[in-house]
């Protein structure tokens, strides 16, 4: 019964160590308070260039985090969702959506069909560490201006991450 009893000891000995073993791994996450502040670094350029827009900030699965209308912004830019699905279209597709913009402009016009991409520049990805964390997009402007805006949002994140200020 002894034996029997230190064998089972050391079986479940042996699991333990394979479980603590296969650890899932870690993840980056974009918090609120750093969509935020990423949304905010935005807003700044934005306003800097006299530019009224749409600021949303989403994370990795493309779900809205932040979404600020600047004031004078068209509607159109809120209500049909477009800075919202820029920013998913990067999020998602781990790529800024200016990709999809160009294909269909060099005759791929089946990028149109692609679930949850939007053909329109102006979504940025947020990368952390070489990994897509969220992304940001911006509409109410030229396309190449909503794009640049975004990318300082999404510069801002990757300097306040490599800075320690998340």
């Known amino acids: 019964m002894k034996r029997i009893q ?26 609120l308070e750093a969509a935020k502040k990423i949304a905010a670094a935005a807003e700044a350029e934005a306003k800097k260039r006299g ?29 049909v969702g477009i800075a919202k699905a820029k920013a998913r279209t990067a999020a998602i597709f781990r790529r800024p959506s200016k990709v999809f913009e ?4 060099n005759g791929r016009v089946s990028a ?36 640049d805006i975004a990318k300082v949002g999404a510069d801002y994140a990757a300097a306040a991450i490599k800075g320690g200020n998340k």
């Open 112 to 147: 149109l069909a692609l679930p949850g991409a939007v053909a329109l520049q102006g979504g940025v990805p947020i990368i952390v560490e070489g990994r897509v964390v969220g992304a940001i997009g911006v509409s109410g402007n030229s396309p190449q201006e909503d794009e």
């Open 51 to 79: 530019a009224t827009v749409v600021i949303a900030v989403v994370d990795d699965g493309g779900y809205l985090l932040v979404l600020e209308r600047l004031d004078d912004t068209q509607v159109a830019s809120v209500d």
């Open 102 to 105: 160009d294909q269909v402009k």
């Open 6 to 31: 230190v064998l089972a000891a050391t079986l479940l000995v042996m699991l333990g160590a394979l479980f603590v073993g296969a650890q899932l791994p870690t993840k980056q996450v974009l918090t």
